[in-house]
């Protein structure tokens, strides 16, 4: 009702301008040149004022919608209003347990597949990723195990063991499904990766077949960023990642900067609205976030180049025979004491 009322009184003022200007109605003695002039100034100033009011408001109509489409994550209890460091956000890739499109045996629900904290300060961005076979000890037990089995509790849990374990304040919460990571490319007409050598996996679905700047479409990207049995063709042989999980952060962090600098890049306004859609609904963020905080969080990914910071980390197997990572310090502290 709001945005019709707008439009009737947009349409009113077009109305007048137009029985000014041609003349329409009865007709008038001619006044004076200077003061007709005066007067379709003033009116077309008046209509270029209410037509951008109107589309002001339609535009907070739009991403008021859009905002309330986005699942509101009940977290504020572990979140911290600590920003001496600067703002922290937790970002986690969730996996719905597919893999090129087929559900995985014994994967069911959401896992936080990549963990991940961004760190904006004074116009500047760092990024930090918390790989999921980090040892710690989990909140919600007070047992042991991976960073990422602490999600099973929830993704409070999860804050809480960034928190607790790492001693990095998280203020704000946002996590995205891998079906939205593929959206969101094609969003913006895929993206350009550099590839060493031609690269594929079996598994996730990744296909490259040459090397140097590659342009991904959403499907191809989705199965570069979830990419777990990574392999090269180098001179004829096939080399398997040697870096294995590492290595597949550092391409979700490579993949993050260029889809990051490909919506900064963008000018059109229709085409970013329809990437906000797209999102939107593998999107969830902490419930204390506002729309204008979200806003000021996409316009600045959209501006920022962060800084990707690599955590020294050293693996070993459990007496259980689980491959897992632990801090290397002293050095982890060093690099940690960057997001507190």
Do not use: C
């Not at 990422?148 to 919460?173: C, D, K, R, S």
């Amino acid at each position: 009702p709001m945005s019709l009322l707008v439009f009737l009184l947009v349409g009113l003022v077009l109305g007048v301008v137009a029985e000014r200007l041609i003349g329409v109605g009865p007709r008038q003695p001619k006044a004076p040149r200077k003061r007709r002039w005066g007067r379709i100034i003033g009116l077309t100033s008046l209509v270029v004022v209410i037509a951008l009011l109107a589309s002001a408001f339609l535009l907070y109509r739009w991403a008021s919608n859009v905002f309330d489409q986005i699942e509101k994550v009940p977290v504020a209890s572990v979140l911290s209003d600590d920003t001496s460091a600067g703002t922290n956000y937790l970002l986690v890739g969730s996996d719905n347990g597919e893999a090129g499109g087929v559900q995985r045996e014994g994967v069911e629900g959401r896992r936080s597949d990549t963990i991940m904290v961004l760190n904006i300060k004074d116009g500047k961005a760092k990024m930090l990723s918390l790989n999921r076979d980090l040892w710690v000890a989990n909140p919600a037990t007070g047992e042991n195990g991976r960073l990422n089995a602490t999600n099973n509790a929830g993704p409070a849990n999860l804050i809480q063991a960034v928190t607790e374990n790492f001693g990095i304040p998280v203020n704000h919460y946002i996590e995205i499904d891998f079906i939205s990571f593929g959206s969101l490319v094609d969003s913006f007409g895929g993206i350009d990766i550099n590839f060493e050598h031609p690269a594929f996996d079996l598994a996730s679905g990744l296909d490259v077949k040459q090397q140097g700047l590659v342009h991904l479409d959403g499907k191809q990207a989705l199965a570069y960023v979830r990419s777990r049995h990574y392999a090269e063709m180098i001179d004829g042989q096939v080399v398997l990642d040697p870096t294995s999980d590492l290595g597949r952060v550092q391409r979700q962090q490579v993949f993050l900067r260029e889809i990051m600098k490909k919506a900064g890049a963008k000018r059109n306004p229709f085409t970013l609205m329809k990437a906000a859609e797209n999102m939107s609904g593998g999107l969830r963020i902490d419930d204390t976030m506002t729309m204008w905080e979200a806003a000021r969080f996409a316009w600045a990914m959209g501006r920022l180049n962060p800084v990707s910071v690599p955590l020294p980390v050293t693996p070993r197997t459990t007496s259980g025979g689980a491959a897992v990572l632990d801090l290397q310090q002293p050095a982890a502290n060093v690099v940690l004491d960057q997001f507190r």
